[in-house]
């Protein structure tokens, strides 16, 4: 009877995953320029247009504002983009770690929840899921890469083709800035280029790869290098912000710092190829990074500010 309980709850968490991935694919179709109409949506689903219009009011009562143009195409709005938050980063973290704390079965609770969200900037971004989202498939990339084992890249949009279906294949590098897989099809044998925005989700195989490995290794700047080396920095928000939105892949590599010192709430520790890549984003932003490791690293910083023409 145990057993059967805990199968039941397993069940139950996997129908709570696939529901939640579908809804995060929804807002990444609703990001997409021209947006979809209800019909385009149920093809991409697979399913009745009922169903969409469902998500479609989940994600309204969560926050987003979802508008259609003169041919009756769904996207998502997002007025005012670059408009200065209410609150900082640290204290939306702060208000997150409460909101978890309370008892949101309570009807004072959940109320709480839905004001909180719907009149700040807790309800997260699109661009921000979908960089979340990339993040997370170039991670799986590079470990399968590492690994030498195939991967199943599902739903992947061809607009080639027009086609949306898996396809299985062995990566062999990450290329662009880490914005394009190259890979050889297993189907056809065949070395194509995929782009990582267009893959819906990562399946990593057990079946090893039977093609040489590349000879890059690139790091979250796109840079190459003998070996890996270790950098720690901590950052502002504005620093963390413009990290992510240029280096996505580098968003596994940051954490809130436990000790933030004055405006430096942000700490990246990772691993690069080259102090060249990373050390353009420091150089860019000197009054907002902050060098914590490794002397190697700061070094190679003041060469370059000395060596400076201004």
Request: glycine share 6%; with cysteine; hydrophobic share 40%.
């Amino acid at each position: 009877m145990l057993l059967a309980y805990h199968w039941v709850l397993f069940y139950q968490h996997m129908i709570e995953q696939a529901k939640l991935l579908r809804v995060f694919t929804l807002i990444r179709l609703l990001k997409q320029q021209p947006g979809r109409t209800l019909p385009e949506l149920a093809q991409a689903f697979d399913c009745h247009p009922r169903t969409i219009t469902r998500y479609l009011a989940l994600l309204e009562e969560i926050g987003y504002f979802i508008d259609e143009d003169g041919q009756r195409r769904k996207f998502i709005f997002e007025a005012e983009p670059d408009k200065p938050s209410y609150f900082s980063p640290e204290e939306i973290g702060v208000m997150r770690q409460a909101l978890a704390a309370l008892d949101l079965e309570s009807p004072l609770g959940e109320s709480l929840r839905r004001k909180l969200y719907l009149t700040s900037e807790l309800i997260p971004l699109a661009d921000e899921l979908l960089d979340m989202h990339q993040g997370r498939v170039v991670q799986q990339l590079v470990a399968a890469i590492k690994d030498r084992c195939r991967v199943r890249l599902l739903r992947y949009q061809s607009p080639n083709s027009g086609t949306v279906r898996d396809r299985e294949v062995e990566p062999l590098a990450l290329t662009d800035n880490y914005a394009q897989l190259n890979a050889v099809e297993v189907e056809s044998g065949q070395l194509r280029t995929y782009k990582i925005r267009r893959i819906e989700a990562i399946e990593v195989l057990a079946t090893p790869c039977d093609h040489p490995a590349s000879e890059e290794h690139l790091d979250v700047f796109g840079m190459t290098g003998p070996a890996w080396l270790t950098v720690t920095l901590r950052l502002t928000a504005r620093a963390y912000r413009l990290l992510v939105e240029e280096h996505a892949a580098a968003r596994s590599y940051v954490l809130p710092d436990p000790v933030p010192a004055s405006d430096l709430g942000y700490l990246f520790r990772g691993e690069v190829r080259s102090y060249l890549g990373i050390g353009r984003f420091v150089l860019g932003l000197p009054t907002e990074v902050e060098v914590v490791e490794p002397t190697e690293f700061r070094e190679f910083l003041r060469e370059k500010v000395g060596r400076a023409r201004w």
